[in-house]
């Protein structure tokens, strides 16, 4: 646009980001600035088990409720980790990013969640299906333990690092996985139950 004596330079836009409404800017500058990506960072996505979006920048659990933690306990993201950001926002990050990590420090003890995964090493076989599908680090791994005076491959889980997501008890082929007070029996009975009282209806209908 021709400039005018208080501006060199009118930007006539359209903002697609809201209404799509027609916007006359004044400015003195106009400055072309190229989008960000980000850095390939396969490898610690694979170390700290965390999530990346489509665009490869790491996401957080809930950009409004929890915006700088990872759906990994303990790990937080700060600044251009989570996307393109101005200086100000990547301060301001990394301050909600280091008060969660001080008041994590601050307790000095950290409580674990009891609802854990379970191995019985009677039914397990070794097949290893439930450390390939497991996304925590170490939290279940297959060791060599003697059986009948054989040695055998068992999974064993740590339970500081098992998060209870309860995807390795799916993956078992031998049903050889629980988690503590979400038991498999427990589901089956409560099924069960919920049959029992719908077949009295459903006969006297």
């Not at 106009?30 to 996505?45: K, Q, T």
């Not at 915006?67 to 301001?92: D, F, R």
């Not at 005076?149 to 008890?169: I, L």
């Amino acid at each position: 646009a021709p400039p005018d004596d208080d501006f060199p330079l009118l930007l006539r836009v359209r903002d697609y980001l809201t209404w799509g409404e027609a916007l006359e800017l004044p400015v003195d500058l106009v400055v072309l600035a190229v989008g960000m990506m980000p850095n390939p960072v396969d490898d610690l996505i694979t170390l700290l088990k965390v999530s990346p979006g489509t665009d490869r920048f790491l996401l957080e659990v809930h950009p409004k409720l929890r915006p700088v933690e990872t759906a990994v306990p303990g790990i937080v993201l700060a600044g251009t980790a989570q996307g393109p950001m101005n200086i100000q926002e990547s301060c301001a990050a990394a301050a909600a990013a280091a008060s969660k990590v001080a008041g994590l420090l601050s307790q000095g003890q950290v409580e674990l969640d009891p609802f854990v995964a379970y191995v019985d090493p009677d039914r397990c076989d070794g097949t290893g299906r439930c450390v390939e599908v497991c996304q925590y680090e170490d939290a279940i791994v297959l060791q060599t333990a003697g059986v009948n005076g054989r040695s055998a491959q068992k999974a064993v889980v740590t339970p500081a690092n098992c998060a209870g997501c309860g995807v390795c008890v799916g993956a078992c082929p031998n049903r050889a996985i629980d988690l503590l007070g979400w038991r498999l029996q427990q589901y089956e009975a409560m099924i069960d139950a919920i049959v029992a009282e719908e077949l009295p209806a459903l006969a006297t209908a």
